[in-house]
Nanobody, 120 residues
Framework: QVQLVESGGGLVQAGGSLRLSCAAS????????MGWYRQAPGKEREFVAAIRWSLGSTYYADSVKGRFTISRDNAKNRVYLQMNSLQPEDTAIYYC?????????????WGQGTQVTVSS
C-alpha cells in the first residue's frame, strides 16, 4: 500500500511564495519518481514537476520553469515543491504523485490534493 499526503497549500497574494510538502509511506522503496500535478477549476489536470528518486533529475512544465523548484529528502521520504512568483493562474488543487515505472511523468499513485489559491 502506498500513501501520499500533501500539505502546505493555502491563500497567497500574487507574487508570493508557498512550499508544498508530500509525505510518502508504504512501499516507498519501489519509487522511481515522484512529482506534482495540478487541476484548476474547469480545466484538465496537468503535469507540474517531477524528480527521480535516486538521481534527483528534475523535470518541469514550461509554465512553471524558473519559478517552481522540486526537491526531495530521501531519508524522510518527502518531496517538496517550492513555488515562487505565484500568479492567479497557478490557482489549483495540487496533487503529489509517485510511480514505480521508469517515467518522468509519475502518475501511478496519487495523494488527495492540497488547495493553492493566488489572489490578484
Amino acid at each position: 500500500q502506498v500513501q501520499l499526503v500533501e500539505s502546505g497549500g493555502g491563500l497567497v497574494q500574487a507574487g508570493g511564495s508557498l512550499r508544498l510538502s508530500c509525505a510518502a509511506s508504504g512501499r516507498t522503496f519501489s519509487y522511481y519518481a515522484m512529482g506534482w500535478y495540478r487541476q484548476a477549476p474547469g480545466k484538465e489536470r496537468e503535469f507540474v514537476a517531477a524528480i527521480r528518486w535516486s538521481l534527483g533529475s528534475t523535470y518541469y512544465a514550461d509554465s512553471v520553469k524558473g519559478r517552481f523548484t522540486i526537491s526531495r529528502d530521501n531519508a524522510k521520504n518527502r518531496v517538496y515543491l517550492q513555488m515562487n512568483s505565484l500568479q492567479p493562474e497557478d490557482t489549483a488543487i495540487y496533487y503529489c504523485t509517485a510511480d514505480s515505472s521508469r517515467t518522468s511523468r509519475p502518475s501511478g499513485y496519487w495523494g488527495q490534493g492540497t488547495q493553492v489559491t493566488v489572489s490578484s
